[in-house]
């Protein structure tokens, strides 16, 4: 059996979206929400898209970079709390433990 890399098992996550996604598609198609569905379509072509990049062009650390962007995205989303709401975010971290990211608040 094949070893699969990084790279892989994003290409086989994001596949496995395109199909949730065709699916959800599905459902709103049925229920003759056809311009709710442009939305689903949209996500379903990104999802292919990047599946395709993974498989056919991303090296190891560009595989290694688009596993770390949650991290990253929810830094930010927490820096714009902070810049918002710096008591908000306060009890947020509290209650959580700390959480992932650590702000030098």
Same mark, same amino acid.
């Given at each position: !059996? ?6 892989? *098992?994003?290409?086989?996550? =994001? ?6 996604? +065709?699916?959800?598609?599905?459902? &709103? ?9 442009? #939305?689903? #379509? ?11 990049? !993974?498989?056919? &062009? ?5 595989? +290694?970079?688009?596993?770390? *962007? ?8 927490? =820096? ?7 008591? !908000? ?13 650590? =702000?030098?608040?």
């Amino acid at each position: !059996m094949p070893i699969l890399s990084e790279k892989d *098992y994003i290409a086989l996550a =994001l596949f496995s979206r395109c199909l949730q996604t +065709h699916e959800a598609a599905e459902l &709103v198609v049925k229920q003759s929400l056809i311009d709710d569905v442009w #939305v689903l #379509v949209r996500a379903l072509v990104e999802h292919a898209v990047n599946a395709v990049y !993974m498989l056919y &062009v991303a090296d190891s650390a560009t595989a +290694h970079d688009f596993n770390d *962007y949650q991290d990253y995205l929810g830094y930010k989303v927490l =820096l714009d709390l902070k810049g918002t709401d710096e008591p !908000m975010l306060r009890k947020l971290v509290s209650a959580e433990g700390g959480g992932k990211c650590s =702000l030098a608040l």
